[in-house]
């Protein structure tokens, strides 16, 4: 029943954002400042000291450090050299990137239904903590699916399309985990990876993004308190 809800709650933060982009541009920078923050506290303050608490039972921290470093290369790779680069600006590159762009961010939200899916076989509380890091992003990819596409050329019905996609892509990778089981030893390794994904996304992603044409003071406090929110969350859930 949880997973549902949050299976739910990444749908609607999707489509909001992608509504929001269309609405309040002027403010997206702060939104995606606090959700860099927000993505990079789960991985350092989450993530990663359960990676290491769990799998450290199993394996060395060298080689659980070194699957949070293949995590950070294989989102760099898909964001690189598989997809195009989500937020290039400048001139015009036709169409089809703004597609491949939103093609590639629909991925990465399915990477991130697993994500939620595989914290909630650890235990609640660490699946709640990525679950609302899990919905900031999503919300900050609804915002970039429709920017990206009608950046592009696209027209607004081809944007609402790739945002429906991009919507349902997290409700499939949770749904997807209920189809396998994950032995505990696999749970160390899986969790360091994906602390190498929100790595990625919040540092290499969201974060130059934010402060693109904008000030850095408020952005730098809006992450800053993204990550504080995200510390103090797991302190008072007792993760």
Not at 49 to 74: D, H, K, N, R
Not at 83 to 97: A, L, P, R
Not at 102 to 107: I, K, M, P, T, V
Not at 130 to 137: E, F, I, M, S, T
Request: aromatic share 12%.
């Amino acid at each position: 029943m949880t997973l549902t809800l949050i299976a739910i709650g990444a749908f609607v933060a999707t489509i909001l954002g992608g509504f929001v982009a269309l609405k309040w541009s002027d403010k997206l920078h702060l939104v995606l400042g606090f959700s860099a923050g927000a993505i990079i506290g789960v991985a350092f303050f989450d993530l990663l000291p359960e990676a290491l608490e769990i799998g450290g039972q199993y394996w060395e921290s060298s080689t659980l450090m070194l699957a949070v470093a293949v995590g950070f290369v294989t989102y760099l790779l898909l964001d690189r050299v598989f997809f195009t680069h989500c937020h290039e600006e400048g001139h015009d590159h036709g169409h089809h990137k703004g597609i491949l762009g939103a093609g590639s961010l629909s991925f990465h939200s399915f990477l991130d239904g697993i994500a939620v899916g595989v914290a909630f076989h650890v235990s609640p509380a660490v699946g709640a903590i990525v679950a609302a890091a899990v919905l900031a992003h999503d919300f900050s990819d609804g915002i970039n699916t429709v920017s990206m596409i009608l950046r592009h050329g696209g027209t607004k019905k081809q944007a609402f399309k790739w945002l429906a996609t991009d919507a349902i892509a997290p409700v499939i990778g949770i749904a997807s985990t209920f189809l396998f089981t994950i032995p505990e030893s696999g749970l160390g390794i899986l969790l360091a990876l994906f602390s190498g994904f929100f790595l990625y996304i919040g540092a290499s992603d969201l974060l130059p993004e934010s402060h693109h044409n904008h000030p850095t003071r408020w952005t730098t406090i809006a992450t800053v308190l993204g990550m504080a929110v995200i510390y103090f969350a797991i302190r008072f859930a007792g993760v």
